[in-house]
C-alpha cells in the first residue's frame, strides 16, 4: 500500500472513529438523560403551547381553587391564590424562571399535550387543543393552611397523610417562598442560605434520631430467642464509644416495651449488635428506606447503607437514628402509616384526579400497596407500645383527649450543634386516619417538647374535619 492510499485509510478510519463517538454521544443523551432533558423546567420545547392553550386549573381535594389561568389580552396569566401555601407543592410555571413542582411534573396533562411533538401536531391538526386539563389534589386546603401556621418561624416539614389510601392530606415545608411575587424575590430566593426552594418534606435527610427505633423495635420483635430485658445504667460502652441516655439517666431492668417509652439509646444500642445490621437494615428497606419512593413530586431516596463494611459504633448509632442514617420527612410518615396500616405501605399519593375541561374524570389514582413492612401481629404489637409512648412515655405532649394516639419523639444531633426535633404517629390508634411527621430543623429542643404538640394540633384537626 503506498502512502497516499495509507493517508486515505487513516483519514477513513478517523472518520468512522468520530461518526461512532457522534452515535455514542447522541445515543447516551436518548437512553439516559432523555427524561431529564424532557422535563428539565429550561427545556423551550414545554414552553411551545403556553400561547395558545389555556392551562388547567389546580384544586384541593374539596373543590377550592388553588391555582387557574386567565386569556388577557392575547396572552394567558397564571394565578396562585395562596403564595406561599403552595410553593412546593404546586410550584411555578414562569418564562424567566422555568417551572417546578406540580408545573412542572403535570405540565402536559394541565396543557392537554402529548410528550410526542409529532403526535401533537397531528392531533393539532385534527382537532387544535386550546384549553387543558385540570387536577384535583388530596391535599385539604384548611390543613395545610393550620400545618403552615404552626410551623411558622421556624425550618422543617410536616407531612400528613391517610395511613390506608396513602392521600397526603398536608405537606409543607418551611422556608417557602411567594411564588406570585417571584420576580422581585427571585434574588433574595436564590441566595438565602437557608434554601427556601427546597422541599424538605420529599428533598430533606436528616438523621431521624429515636423514631428511628420504631424499626429497630421491629427487628428485636422479629428475632427469635432474643434475650428481652437489659439493665441500663445511663451509659454503655460499644467498640470504644460511649452511648449515653438522655441526660445520662439510668433506667434499670427494663424491657423492650419499657425501653421505647423512654427511648432508652443503650438499650436499642446493645440489641443491635446482639441481631446485627442485616436484619435492621432489611427492616429499613421493607419499610423504603433505601428504595425509590413512587410520588408526584420528585423525591430523594432515605439511606442507611447497611451492607457497606460497618463496624459495631456504626451499627449501635444507626439503631438510634444517628450516624449514617438519613430520611425524608415523607419517608417517616410512611413508616408510621405502615405501622397504622397493619405493616402494609401503600404509595402516597398527591394528585387525585385529573378532569377534563368538560368537567370528566380522566383519571382517578387509587390505593397501591408498595411493601410488606412487617406483618400484622408485629404491627399491633408496636403500635400498642407506641401508644404507651404518647400515654406515659416522652410523647405525653401529643396526647388527645378521649382518643388513643400513636406516637415516637426523636431528638437528632447533627452537625449544626442544634438538634433537630421530631414526632411521627397517628390517630385513633384503634382506627387510624392520620398519620403524621414532623421535623424541626435546627431547633435545638427535644421532639416531645417541640414537635409533638404541632403533630396533636393536626391530628386534632385532621380527625374533626376530614371527610373521606
Not at 19 to 44: G, P, R, T, W
Not at 150 to 162: C, D, W
Not at 353 to 376: C, F, H, M, R
Request: charged share 20%; net charge positive; proline share 3%.
Amino acid at each position: 500500500m503506498n502512502k497516499e492510499n495509507k493517508r486515505i485509510v487513516v483519514v477513513l478510519i478517523g472518520l468512522c472513529l468520530m461518526f461512532i463517538s457522534l452515535i455514542v454521544y447522541i445515543s447516551y443523551f436518548q437512553i439516559f438523560e432523555a427524561e431529564a432533558i424532557k422535563n428539565n423546567s429550561y427545556n423551550k420545547r414545554l414552553w411551545i403551547n403556553e400561547e395558545s392553550i389555556l392551562r388547567g386549573s389546580i384544586y384541593d381535594r374539596n373543590g377550592k381553587t388553588l391555582a387557574y389561568s386567565e386569556k388577557i389580552d392575547d396572552t394567558y396569566k397564571r394565578y396562585y391564590i395562596y403564595g406561599r401555601l403552595y410553593s412546593h407543592i404546586i410550584g411555578y410555571s414562569y418564562r424567566e424562571y422555568g417551572k417546578s413542582g406540580l408545573e412542572l411534573q403535570y405540565n402536559n396533562t394541565l396543557l392537554n399535550i402529548n410528550e410526542n411533538a409529532a403526535i401533537n401536531e397531528i392531533k393539532n391538526i385534527v382537532a387544535p387543543t386550546t384549553e387543558g386539563n385540570s387536577i384535583k389534589l388530596t391535599i385539604d386546603h384548611e390543613l395545610q393552611a393550620k400545618a403552615r401556621t404552626l410551623l411558622k418561624g421556624k425550618k422543617g416539614s410536616i407531612v400528613a397523610m391517610n395511613p390506608s389510601t396513602g392521600e397526603i392530606y398536608a405537606m409543607v415545608s418551611l422556608p417557602d417562598f411567594d411564588v406570585a411575587n417571584l420576580k422581585a424575590d427571585w434574588k433574595a430566593i436564590t441566595e438565602s442560605p437557608d434554601s427556601p426552594l427546597i422541599n424538605r418534606a420529599t428533598q430533606g435527610l436528616y438523621p431521624p434520631g429515636s423514631t428511628f427505633k420504631l424499626i429497630t423495635t421491629i427487628a428485636v420483635l422479629n428475632t427469635a430467642n432474643l434475650e428481652e430485658y437489659y439493665n441500663c445504667t445511663g451509659s454503655t460502652n460499644i467498640n470504644g464509644y460511649v452511648f449515653k441516655d438522655y441526660q445520662g439517666k439510668a433506667h434499670g431492668n427494663i424491657d423492650l416495651r419499657q425501653a421505647l417509652i423512654k427511648s432508652c439509646n443503650t438499650y436499642f444500642a446493645t440489641k443491635s449488635i446482639e441481631i446485627g445490621k442485616d436484619r435492621i437494615g432489611n427492616t429499613a428497606e421493607r419499610f423504603m428506606i433505601n428504595n425509590n419512593i413512587p410520588f408526584d413530586l420528585p423525591i430523594k431516596s432515605s439511606q442507611f447503607p447497611f451492607k457497606e463494611n460497618l463496624d459495631k459504633t456504626d451499627i449501635a448509632a444507626a439503631a438510634i437514628g444517628q450516624g449514617k442514617v438519613l430520611v425524608t420527612p415523607l419517608n417517616m410518615a410512611l413508616i408510621v402509616s405502615g405501622i397504622a396500616n397493619e405493616g402494609q405501605i401503600v404509595k402516597p399519593i398527591l394528585v387525585k384526579e385529573i378532569i377534563s375541561k368538560n368537567n370528566k374524570i380522566l383519571k382517578k389514582n387509587t390505593t397501591e400497596v408498595l411493601s410488606q413492612g412487617t406483618d400484622s401481629i408485629t404491627a399491633n404489637k408496636l403500635k400498642d407500645m407506641m401508644v404507651d409512648v404518647v400515654k406515659s412515655g416522652t410523647g405525653k405532649n401529643a396526647r388527645i383527649k378521649n382518643i388513643k394516639v400513636a406516637g415516637k419523639t426523636g431528638t437528632a444531633e447533627n452537625s449544626s450543634g442544634k438538634s433537630h426535633a421530631w414526632f411521627v404517629g397517628f390517630a385513633p390508634a384503634d382506627e387510624p386516619k392520620i398519620a403524621i411527621a414532623v421535623i424541626l430543623e435546627e431547633e435545638g429542643s427535644t421532639g416531645g417538647k417541640s414537635a409533638a404538640p404541632i403533630a396533636r394540633d393536626i391530628m386534632i384537626h385532621a380527625i374533626n374535619n376530614i371527610k373521606d
